[in-house]
């Protein structure tokens, strides 16, 4: 069993499971970790944090969660939750083609896809 194994809930599935490290991942341990994991769904958590460092370089927890979803098939969602919160939710996409709601890219299709639409 390693150190990590210690967080499993006795809830989680496998999706649920790797949703949780990545969180555990981007909050750089499950130490920091600043809510409860619950369930979203058959293959997804959501946790209430604190507001953290979101932004894409110098606090760069923005672009290390982006870069981590779409390396690991999890759908990353960021929405307010009260005062000084946010709620994130992962969701474990079991492929990489299919309908938007089952699939997730990787990072170069992502960019492939989206850099026509934000280039000037």
């Not at 699939?103 to 639409?117: D, G, S």
């Amino acid at each position: 069993m390693s150190d990590a194994d210690y967080y499993r809930e006795k809830w989680m599935n496998d999706d649920h499971w790797e949703c949780a490290l990545m969180l555990a991942d981007l909050m750089r341990g499950f130490h920091h970790i600043g809510g409860k994991i619950k369930a979203a769904g058959k293959s997804g958590i959501e946790c209430n944090q604190p507001y953290g460092h979101w932004a894409t370089y110098d606090f760069d927890g923005l672009t290390r969660a982006v870069i981590m979803a779409h390396d690991r098939c999890i759908r990353f969602e960021i929405q307010p939750s009260g005062p000084g919160r946010l709620r994130l939710f992962f969701h474990k996409r079991p492929k990489r083609e299919g309908s938007m709601y089952e699939r997730h890219p990787t990072l170069e299709q992502a960019i492939e896809h989206l850099r026509p639409k934000v280039s000037a």
